[in-house]
């Protein structure tokens, strides 16, 4: 069975977004040459992306076309090539079904939705940033695994990565490891029947 997997940055105080606009709500990240390398190749494992409305706006206006920039860095070229040939999850109330067939919109029924996609063939479903997304799927116990890189920075306010938490869940440790950026990356997955 397919799992899904939250792939987030978080703050050390837990937060995946500061309170800043668009794009600038995440400037405060710290990336690396060892850290894009670490995530393009877990990335070419995977086959579907998962994500909110807005993080599937934000993505959707760079991604199909970040190779064509002229100063694209290799991750960027990676990233975007992979992206064109991903099939796409998005949960949203708002937006449209649209005549895209790498493309599917989820806007009721999650839980069945989910658990449908989780029995389809595939690979693992990565849920990328998304705090709304992650949220909905957190109070449903959808997830299955967290891939959380932890930034060394303290940002006092912001999007917090869990929220509304209602059931105590166990995690397990699978793997850890330090980028040069001083980000740490956390590999847990949810032990189930807990």
Not at 74 to 86: L, N
Not at 88 to 104: A, C, F, G, H, W
Not at 135 to 148: K, R
Not at 164 to 181: E, G, P, Q
Request: hydrophobic share 40%; no cysteine; charged share 20%.
């Amino acid at each position: 069975m397919r799992k899904i997997v939250s792939f987030m940055h978080v703050s050390l105080d837990g937060f995946v977004a500061s309170t800043d606009e668009g794009m600038a709500s995440l400037g405060w990240i710290s990336l690396s040459d060892d850290l894009f390398a670490y995530v393009d190749q877990r990335i070419q494992q995977t086959d579907t992306a998962l994500y909110g409305r807005v993080t599937y706006q934000m993505m959707e206006s760079y991604w199909p076309t970040a190779t064509e920039q002229p100063n694209a860095s290799t991750h960027d070229q990676a990233h975007s090539r992979w992206y064109k040939t991903a099939r796409k999850i998005v949960l949203s109330k708002t937006l449209l079904e649209k005549n895209n067939p790498d493309t599917k919109i989820i806007s009721s029924h999650l839980s069945d939705e989910i658990s449908k996609l989780k029995h389809s063939a595939g690979s693992d479903i990565l849920v990328f940033g998304s705090p709304g997304a992650t949220h909905a799927l957190m109070a449903e116990n959808l997830i299955d695994e967290y891939w959380l890189f932890i930034n060394p920075i303290l940002l006092g306010q912001g999007i917090p990565l869990f929220k509304n938490i209602k059931d105590r869940t166990a995690l397990t440790l699978v793997k850890s490891k330090l980028f040069d950026s001083g980000v740490l990356f956390l590999h847990y997955e949810v032990k189930q029947n807990q």
